[in-house]
């Protein structure tokens, strides 16, 4: 949750830098980047929730926790690059994407050994 408070506080700064009042998403591509690796973010974070606390309940906390940690951090550093320029955004985005499908891995795998195995 503070990550999207930082995130959206990020918006914020970026709407009064550059005379942006909401609803309005467009206009200095400066703003145009924070607005959209914020959306980006925030799209993503109901599904790496879910994906963490099946991971965590079925498979193993400590995993799931360092996967969760590795996921936060590669997604400050995706907001950090996108804000900077858009080719910024494709490194983390990547190491993102590999840490939930790990997460999905994870959580398939202690729900199978949960319902299939006593």
Request: aromatic fraction near 30%.
């Given at each position: 949750v503070l990550f999207l408070a930082?995130?959206?506080m990020q918006v914020i700064?970026?709407?009064r830098k550059y005379s942006i009042s909401p609803p309005e998403t467009r206009g200095h591509p400066e703003f145009e980047r924070v607005f959209r690796a914020q959306a980006n973010c925030s799209e993503y974070f109901p599904i790496f929730i879910a994906l963490?606390?099946?991971a965590?309940?079925?498979?193993?906390?400590?995993v799931a926790a360092?996967?969760?940690m590795l996921y936060l951090y590669t997604r400050l550093?995706?907001?950090?690059?996108y804000a900077m320029a858009a080719q910024g955004r494709l490194g983390p985005l990547y190491a993102s994407?590999?840490?939930?499908w790990l997460l999905v891995?994870?959580?398939l795998a202690g729900l199978l050994a949960h319902f299939l195995w006593p």
């Open positions: 930082y995130f959206a700064y970026a709407r963490l606390w099946v965590g309940i079925f498979f193993h906390q400590g360092a996967c969760g550093r995706y907001f950090q690059g994407a590999w840490l939930l891995g994870l959580a």
